[in-house]
């Protein structure tokens, strides 16, 4: 059974569209995350989220939009797509906000703009 | 701004060698810090962690060394196999950030035959 489960793995749309990434976890944790993981390989936390809460919101242009309908989903829409938005987006979870609990990602989306 | 690890190095290794990744980091703030593997078109999946009052953490295979006094990470793979071929991330997180992981740039380990 996969852990955290991401949907779709690729995404490739024109700029200007609106598009959304799904996120489930089947690990009962708390906290949920979306990472951004550029051409460099880079890796930067873009949001968090506890318990259907926001935690963290990593100076993120507002044109992307997660949502949080249950602690096991965290959804990510993202509003008139840009070239520069073309990355790896993952989702991870973890047991909570303590620090010491290892967060668990899922396999990406790759989201090409074309 | 605070940074972790430095570019994206490649470290070639032959099987059955002993691998040695290493990260710098620059928070004196950090109480944890994480070893992450990423195999190509996969996520970054948990090797280690450690946290700021040890100095060595041991796995299966895996050992991971903190230094704070100079801040610096490393990761010990012994006896190195193909399948550990893939970039290493270490992470850190800032004491009393909600969880926030702060990740470095990667180092490729390429296992040679």
């Known amino acids: 059974d996969t852990a955290v489960s991401q949907t779709p793995k690729y995404l490739v749309t024109q700029m200007g569209n609106d598009k959304s990434i799904k996120c489930e976890q089947n690990l009962g944790h708390d906290t949920m995350y979306w990472y951004k993981q550029d051409s460099k390989k880079f890796l930067k936390i873009m949001f968090s989220y506890n318990n259907k809460e926001l935690i963290i919101n990593e100076t993120v242009p507002n044109r992307f939009s997660p949502k949080s309908p249950d602690k096991a989903h965290l959804n990510l829409h993202i509003n008139s797509l840009e070239l520069g938005d073309s990355a790896v987006y993952f989702c991870a979870s973890s047991q909570d906000l303590t620090a010491g609990n290892p967060q668990h990602f899922g396999d990406g989306t790759r989201l090409s703009i074309l | 701004g605070e940074s972790v690890g430095l570019h994206l190095p490649t470290l070639s290794v032959q099987e059955g060698d002993n691998s040695i990744i290493n990260c710098a980091y620059s928070?004196?703030?950090?109480?944890?810090f994480i070893w992450y593997k990423q195999e190509s078109g996969k996520g970054p999946q948990f090797i280690i962690d450690i946290r700021s009052n040890m100095d060595k953490r041991q796995g299966q295979r895996v050992t991971v060394l903190l230094n704070k006094t100079v801040k610096h990470l490393s990761l010990q793979i012994a006896a190195t196999q193909p399948g550990d071929s893939a970039v290493y991330f270490c992470?850190?997180?800032?004491?009393?950030?909600?969880?926030?992981?702060?990740f470095g740039t990667g180092t490729r380990l390429q296992v040679t035959l």
């Open positions: 928070n004196s703030a950090s109480d944890y």
């Open positions: 992470a850190e997180n800032e004491a009393g950030t909600a969880s926030k992981l702060t």
